[in-house]
């Protein structure tokens, strides 16, 4: 439920005495190698902003990358949303992968 994400991204940034707004994906993204990546963002979630996806999914340099804007989902609820695409584009990846 999302009180209880609410009280747990709290916890964190009291704990951890940071804000996930602080992050920055794109220069993570950077780092890693050319392998295949499924990004799968829902553009209602309260627990990473949207943008993070779309900057991480963006500054990945691998051929192999591929992204799912999920409308009006919330964090962790995609599959729930939209499964038949979930799974579609979760399969491809692996075939295109060769795995």
């Given at each position: 439920p999302k009180w209880y994400i609410d009280i747990i991204l709290?916890?964190?940034?009291?704990?951890?005495?940071?804000?996930?707004?602080?992050?920055?994906?794109?220069?993570?993204?950077?780092?890693?190698?050319?392998?295949?990546?499924?990004?799968?963002?829902?553009?209602?979630?309260?627990?990473?902003?949207?943008?993070?996806?779309?900057?991480?999914f963006e500054n990945l340099s691998s051929s192999g990358k591929?992204?799912?804007?999920?409308?009006?989902?919330?964090?962790?609820?995609?599959?729930?949303?939209?499964?038949?695409?979930?799974?579609?584009?979760t399969l491809e990846v692996f075939a295109e992968s060769g795995?």
């Amino acid at each position: 439920p999302k009180w209880y994400i609410d009280i747990i991204l709290k916890i964190i940034g009291f704990r951890g005495d940071f804000s996930i707004s602080d992050c920055v994906p794109g220069e993570l993204a950077r780092s890693f190698p050319d392998i295949p990546i499924f990004v799968i963002h829902g553009t209602l979630d309260q627990a990473v902003p949207f943008s993070h996806g779309k900057d991480f999914f963006e500054n990945l340099s691998s051929s192999g990358k591929r992204f799912f804007q999920a409308d009006d989902a919330i964090h962790g609820l995609v599959y729930q949303k939209y499964p038949v695409e979930y799974e579609k584009n979760t399969l491809e990846v692996f075939a295109e992968s060769g795995k």
